[in-house]
């Protein structure tokens, strides 16, 4: 049973900065694709951040480059993503997700059909 658990969520001030975490269990997180989706109130969820199973590569929708990290702690079986110079327009139920495959090299990152779990999620909220 692959589990995923997102924590780190709250209401931070917009330029403020937060960290989430997912913790996996079931499955080893340096096997597989991981990334960032978010969906706000009223929108589609939409693709934020992944990384390659191996670590080398992330990638990073347009709007939180530059501000957004993701990165992984294989020893924590964990993956992270660090957000700074949260905006307004952060404001969103930020969701962690697993790749179906293992260590698949493919790019489609942005396609949430390519993930076969996802976590419960955790909500963010930037005032102004």
């Known amino acids: 049973q692959v589990q995923l658990v997102e924590s780190g969520g709250g209401l931070v001030q917009a330029g403020g900065s937060l960290r989430l975490s997912c913790a996996a269990s079931?499955?080893?997180?340096?096997?597989?694709?991981m990334s960032w989706f978010r969906q706000a109130p009223g929108k589609e969820r939409e693709f934020v951040a992944a990384i390659s199973w191996s670590g080398g590569r992330t990638y990073f929708a347009d709007s939180v480059k530059g501000r957004f990290t993701i990165s992984r702690d294989n020893a924590e079986n964990t993956v992270y993503l660090q957000m700074n110079s949260l905006k307004p327009e952060d404001t969103a139920a930020y969701y962690c997700?697993?790749?179906?495959?293992?260590?698949?090299?493919?790019?489609?990152?942005?396609?949430?059909?390519?993930?076969?779990?996802w976590g419960q999620g955790t909500q963010v909220t930037v005032s102004s």
């Open positions: 079931g499955r080893t997180v340096s096997n597989y694709v």
């Open positions: 997700a697993i790749d179906r495959t293992f260590r698949d090299y493919s790019s489609s990152y942005y396609y949430q059909s390519r993930y076969g779990y």
